[in-house]
């Protein structure tokens, strides 16, 4: 089976995407699938340092980044364009991810053309908020361009369920399958020690960590949590809130903005994204993960969050309604997220039991391995013209 996936861009910026394609990636190949990933080169306001127009082999799958101008955010890419049309035809099955972007354009339209079946995963862009956000600039692009596309896919893939609910109202047309993201559960058997995290951040030492792990964004909910945190603190002095997470759109100054005007501010340390040992690290620090977002698709962080054994306040627009009897799942407003905030506060021993059920959750029905093996079922079902 070959697959093709495309996406506008893999830098680390772009959040959790870039790990959900290369993470099922590398588990597809594992399971005997031969997969290639093009995507361009961006990476924010800078490019990727890698070599375009180049096959890059990583693990048991390959890589090929191309060169793109940016206009409005769409990364035009001339020679990604040229590339597809002429080599899709090897492929049995592409895999798109990401919508708003030009670069999967000509993926759909290749796929047309030469009657290759398509997969597209909108990653929680077709949400009611995310479409809702910058709403003029997207109406036009996605009635002219991205919808008739979609409505010829052989199945628009959905990560959460709340989230193929919410996006039947566009009458795409294509099934709406659900398969989530996952976690790696040798990434959680055991977290190292705090004191890497402590190191870097002193400040943060003996303190009761809350930690929110996701990019720095309007949909993310911060304007939310910083009033929350406000009155959390006033309650329990000795917390501290970690802001971790990368701003690739320019929108720390807001964010900070937030937690000054909430009185907060000297109790909050914004790290910038952190990776590897530095982010477990961080986790195993940290007493409680909230994520108080307005829109996901499905959080690669709240799975994080959990399979690191904390207790989580989570909110609807979250998605994860699975997880309702192993976090604490609220409503899209500051009460909500101060309620449980304090809930786990005062109650360490309960929330400890929490944390412990929502790791075993996690770790038994959201792996790589099982994603994998869902997408290889689904693949299979296209190619054999099977699809319900």
Not at 20 to 45: M, P, Q, R, W, Y
Not at 77 to 93: A, P, Q, V
Request: net charge negative.
């Amino acid at each position: 089976m070959n697959i093709l996936m495309v996406i506008p861009a893999l830098g680390n910026v772009y959040g959790g995407t870039t790990k959900i394609v290369l993470e099922l990636a590398d588990a597809l190949s594992k399971l005997g699938a031969d997969v290639d990933v093009v995507a361009t080169n961006a990476n924010g306001s800078s490019r990727l340092d890698y070599p375009v127009n180049k096959w890059i082999v990583k693990n048991n799958y390959r890589i090929m980044y191309f060169d793109y101008f940016d206009l409005f955010d769409y990364k035009f890419t001339f020679s990604l364009t040229m590339w597809l049309y002429r080599n899709i035809t090897k492929y049995d099955l592409v895999h798109t991810h990401a919508i708003f972007s030009y670069p999967v354009l000509p993926a759909y339209w290749a796929c047309q053309i030469n009657k290759i079946p398509y997969v597209v995963t909108p990653h929680g862009m077709l949400e009611p908020w995310a479409l809702a956000y910058k709403s003029n600039k997207k109406k036009l692009y996605f009635s002219l361009l991205e919808k008739p596309a979609i409505q010829k896919a052989a199945v628009v893939h959905m990560t959460a369920s709340v989230e193929a609910e919410k996006v039947k109202n566009l009458n795409l047309g294509s099934p709406l399958i659900v398969i989530p993201n996952g976690i790696h559960r040798a990434d959680f058997e055991s977290l190292p020690s705090p004191e890497i995290f402590y190191e870097q951040f002193p400040d943060t030492r003996d303190k009761t960590l809350v930690i929110f792990l996701g990019r720095i964004d309007p949909k993310k909910g911060l304007d939310l949590l910083a009033t929350a945190f406000g009155k959390v603190h006033e309650l329990f002095p000795e917390t501290h809130l970690i802001v971790a997470g990368q701003d690739n759109i320019g929108f720390l100054p807001t964010a900070k903005g937030y937690f000054q005007a909430a009185g907060c501010n000297e109790a909050v340390t914004f790290t910038g994204m952190l990776s590897g040992d530095l982010k477990y690290s961080a986790l195993a620090a940290a007493r409680i993960y909230v994520a108080p977002s307005y829109s996901e698709g499905f959080s690669m962080s709240v799975l994080e969050g959990m399979a690191s054994g904390l207790p989580c306040v989570i909110t609807t627009g979250c998605n994860f309604p699975e997880a309702d009897q192993v976090s604490c799942i609220v409503d899209i407003d500051v009460q909500g997220i101060t309620q449980a905030l304090i809930g786990l506060l005062q109650n360490p021993l309960e929330a400890k039991k929490m944390g412990d059920r929502a790791r075993e959750f996690v770790l038994e029905n959201y792996t790589w391995d099982k994603v994998a093996e869902k997408m290889v079922s689904l693949y299979s079902q296209i190619l054999n013209k099977t699809i319900e």
